[in-house]
């Protein structure tokens, strides 16, 4: 069993920055970030492998960056040159099969969530 606690979210104006953190108990291999944008369905922004591969949305790459501490067992999500289109509710997962992949079906254990706004 799992557990992960995601903080970090906020309200920012577009072109800000945020990070999000998640917090992880008991074994992780694959983490990635998704979020629920309004309306829509969830999906996959990064992910990261215990060997540090990593793997991005299309719609995020080289504004969002993904890394971990294995010594704290934290994931992170840096946002920067954020816009409104970013503004959701991010879940971070852990998966500890073939997990490289940005399809949310393979994550067994998520967090509750914490929500990003960003305003133009």
């Known amino acids: 069993q799992v557990q992960l606690v995601e903080s970090g979210g906020g309200s920012v104006q577009a072109g800000g920055s945020l990070r999000l953190s998640c917090a992880a108990s008991g074994s992780t291999y694959y983490m990635g970030w998704f979020r629920r944008p309004p309306g829509k369905e969830r999906e996959g922004v990064a992910l990261?492998?215990?060997?540090?591969?990593?793997k991005y949305a299309d719609s995020v790459e080289g504004r969002f960056t993904i890394s971990r501490d294995d010594a704290k067992n934290t994931l992170y999500l840096q946002m920067n040159s954020l816009k409104p289109e970013d503004s959701a509710m991010y879940y971070c997962?852990?998966?500890?099969?073939?997990?490289?992949?940005?399809?949310?079906?393979?994550?067994?254990?998520w967090g509750q969530g914490t929500q990003v706004t960003v305003s133009s």
């Open positions: 997962a852990t998966c500890s099969g073939a997990c490289y992949t940005l399809s949310p079906r393979p994550y067994a254990y």
């Open positions: 990261i492998g215990g060997a540090r591969m990593t």
